[in-house]
């Protein structure tokens, strides 16, 4: 026996590295049947004969057995012994938990007395001695740990404090102290951490963005690490203005349907700059019928096109577009050739990023190519 227990010492040893893991890490919950207790490096902490233990916070367990809920220590203690009063119960932060009766939040010490009568329509865990509230219209105050009302219910959305700070707002974000005091106004769209008073800011002007770093009651110092986003924002734009005049030309000369390389293109018959594709496909799509969520026809021709998104990879989809039927058009178009100039993509998508350049005027290399008659 003993050395089988050495065995779990050596093993824990190289699984829960003392020096990153927390005492807290160091809590498993392991199942036994349907059962759930907690297990730690020193043996059982709570026995797996629970409907649920919850994981560690706080110091405390919460276990739910037989639809009545307890809190456990550490050590494996009863702290609030098994019951039923309230219709929900949270995990500890700070020493306060949320409880919930009659749809109405408050809070619970330690020893399981109500310290907090419920009274809010929703209630937060505690973060930095403030826990953010809502009132029956969905406005988020928030209050101290005497239950105070300390900001006032005016904010739609209002952060967890982090060193001192909220953010509040909706598209727009600003930033409040402990006492409710706005210290930035509601004039970014992104509010990052405070650190040493210092935090990061953007702003959205028109299309663009501005980035800079704001100290808390001094000045926003601006500077220029939005920019490399910014210019794929002007190529997109820049993109999808040539990509639409385009299609335009080509209906003022029959259709885009009766171009065999436009054709070959926007079905993705190569596996090449499908972002352009896609975008080039979206700008078509304005100037056809729409059948059904999928379904466009060329008013012109008759020429019948669906999309349907196929995922690549866990993160990859892309948009296939397929030909459902021919319209009437007669093909003008020049023969597809290999490999293709498309190959470029128009924002060059293929060899100029991977060279880590993009020139704007491959966009038209490409379209005088799709264009180009037989
Ligand atoms: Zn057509």
Not at 117 to 130: D, H, L, S, T, V
Request: hydrophobic letters at 40%; a neutral charge.
């Amino acid at each position: 026996m003993a050395t089988l227990v050495y065995f779990f010492q050596k093993l824990l040893q190289f699984f829960f590295n003392p020096e990153i893991m927390s005492d807290e890490d160091n809590f498993i919950q392991f199942n036994k049947g349907e059962k759930m207790g907690i297990w730690s490096s020193r043996g059982i902490v709570i026995p797996a004969i629970y409907d649920f233990v919850g994981f560690i916070y706080d110091g405390t367990f919460l276990v739910e057995d037989k639809g009545k809920h307890a809190y456990f220590n550490r050590l494996g203690e009863i702290i609030i012994p098994f019951n039923d009063i309230y219709d929900s119960y949270g995990d500890f932060a700070e020493g306060l938990a949320r409880v919930r009766i009659n749809d109405k939040w408050g809070f619970i010490n330690k020893t399981g007395k109500e310290v907090i009568a419920p009274q809010f329509y929703f209630a937060e865990n505690f973060c930095e001695g403030m826990a953010i509230v809502k009132n029956h219209d969905n406005l988020n105050g928030a209050i101290n740990k005497q239950g105070a009302l300390i900001i006032n219910y005016k904010f739609s959305y209002l952060s967890a404090f982090k060193n001192g700070f909220a953010v509040f707002g909706n598209d727009k974000h600003g930033l409040i102290n402990k006492l409710g005091k706005v210290v930035l106004p509601q004039e970014y769209s992104s509010i990052g951490d405070v650190n040493d008073n210092k935090l990061i800011v953007r702003i959205k002007e028109g299309n663009y963005y501005k980035e800079g770093v704001f100290t808390i009651g001094g000045t926003v110092d601006w500077n220029n690490n939005m920019d490399t986003a910014n210019e794929k924002i002007r190529l997109y734009n820049a993109y999808k203005k040539e990509a639409r005049l385009f299609i335009e030309k080509l209906y003022s000369d029959g259709c885009p349907c009766s171009y065999k390389r436009f054709r070959h293109y926007i079905v993705w018959k190569e596996p090449i700059s499908f972002e352009d594709q896609e975008l080039l496909f979206v700008e078509f799509i304005i100037f056809l019928e729409k059948l059904d969520a999928n379904t466009f026809r060329c008013k012109t021709c008759g020429t019948i096109y669906t999309q349907a998104y196929k995922q690549y990879s866990i993160s990859l989809w892309v948009l296939n577009v397929a030909i459902k039927q021919n319209g009437n058009y007669t093909d003008n178009g020049a023969a597809v050739l290999n490999p293709i100039p498309v190959n470029l993509g128009f924002k060059g998508y293929k060899l100029e990023k991977i060279e880590g350049t993009y020139f704007i005027t491959s966009t038209n290399v490409v379209l005088n190519y799709l264009a180009e008659k037989s």
